[in-house]
């Protein structure tokens, strides 16, 4: 005999509910299988060796990590008129080897870029670096040479071409104190978050050439809204994933915006903690590291003083480490992270931290 239709819709409905189950156990399971798995970190106090004598750290403004696993800091030298008393301020650049021996270290204090501010290795270990008081990008050979450059120094993408004039958001030849810049490894293009001055990600080709553009300033609205390609303040940090997405750090908008390498905006990864309100005065995300097998992307929350380690696609936090402090293993400022082969992790601290401390992965 035939079901009713009653019992038909109620077996339909059951098999559904059923259906629903399976899936939410399994997401369950993916997500419980992840965070098992997730990285798991522990300090490791024999790096760095100790810096030549005499010479002590500024505020450290990036980290960053070559194909042969040396790593470069860039420092602020940014030391007290006290400290001057018995130390002198070290170069701008300095690089470590794995081991964390000073391997060289270089920068004219009146060439680099003011107030140094994040780095980046491209294809061919060269190192580029800006500064978040400046208008400009630098590249570096690997011995320390000066190659290229991008914008002149002292000048700035703003209405009078000053550190103190409106941001225009629109050069092609300078800058408006950039944060951080990402190299894609297949052609050389510069994506570089313009964004202490600025409000935008701004794309070179490896020979300086203007390409594109996006972003400008957020209205409140937006902010609260989380919309695409709008900046609550700091553009603080550029990221790229091997699939070629763009991941950028909205700092006072507490996420991270994801783009297509044209700018068109893909998704929002909220890092809300806590946070009563928005615009965020200090801000959650500060910077953002691929693992090398693209697995976890590492997010260094500032306002915590944590970093996660995320799912990049749910953007679900899977462990975490770090607190507030100037004990090792803890982080004052944790500003800025580099990875090594290895699965290293190296964080760079600014402010009072003045500091690079590895973090090794345990699991």
């Known amino acids: ?97 794995a081991a964390g021996a000073m391997v060289r270290a270089w920068g004219d204090p009146n060439v680099v870029p003011d107030s140094i501010h994040g780095c980046a290795f491209d294809g061919d270990n060269n190192v580029w670096v800006g500064g978040n008081h400046d208008g400009i990008l630098q590249k570096y050979s690997h011995d320390g040479k000066l190659l290229q450059q991008i914008g002149t120094r002292g000048q700035f993408d703003s209405s009078d071409g000053t550190g103190k004039g409106k941001p225009l958001n629109a050069a092609h030849d300078k800058l408006y104190n950039p944060a951080g810049l990402a190299i894609d490894p297949g052609n050389g293009d510069l994506y570089v978050a313009d964004g202490y001055g600025n409000r935008r990600i701004v794309v070179f080709d490896k020979n300086g050439k203007y390409l594109r553009q996006w972003g400008r300033q957020a209205t409140k609205e937006e902010t609260d809204a989380g919309a695409g390609g709008a900046f609550t303040e700091l553009v603080h940090c550029v990221a790229m994933s091997k699939a070629g997405l763009i991941y950028v750090c909205d700092r006072q908008g507490d996420r991270i915006q994801v783009f297509d390498k044209m700018g068109k905006f893909q998704r929002n990864i909220w890092m809300r903690d806590g946070t009563p309100t928005l615009p965020d005065p200090r801000g959650t995300v500060w910077w953002l590291e691929f693992s090398r097998d693209q697995k976890y992307l590492y997010v260094m929350n500032g306002r915590s003083e944590k970093v996660h380690a995320i799912d990049p696609e749910s953007g679900k936090i899977l462990s975490s480490f770090g607190r507030p402090g100037h004990q090792i293993g803890n982080f004052t400022h944790g500003h800025t992270m580099a990875v090594d082969s290895k699965g290293n992790l190296y964080v760079a601290e600014t402010d009072f931290g003045r500091r690079v401390q590895r973090f090794k992965p345990v699991n």
Do not use: Y
């Open 1 to 97: 005999m035939a079901a009713t239709a009653p019992a038909a819709a109620a077996a339909e409905c059951e098999l559904h509910n059923m259906t629903m189950r399976v899936t939410w156990i399994a997401l369950a399971l993916s997500f419980t299988l992840a965070a098992q798995n997730a990285p798991k970190f522990e300090v490791d106090p024999s790096w760095p060796k100790a810096l030549p004598a005499g010479w002590i750290n500024g505020q450290l403004g990036g980290v960053c990590v070559d194909s042969h696993d040396h790593v470069v800091v860039v420092d602020r030298r940014n030391i007290t008129k006290e400290v001057k008393e018995t130390s002198q301020a070290a170069p701008s650049i300095i690089m470590f080897d």
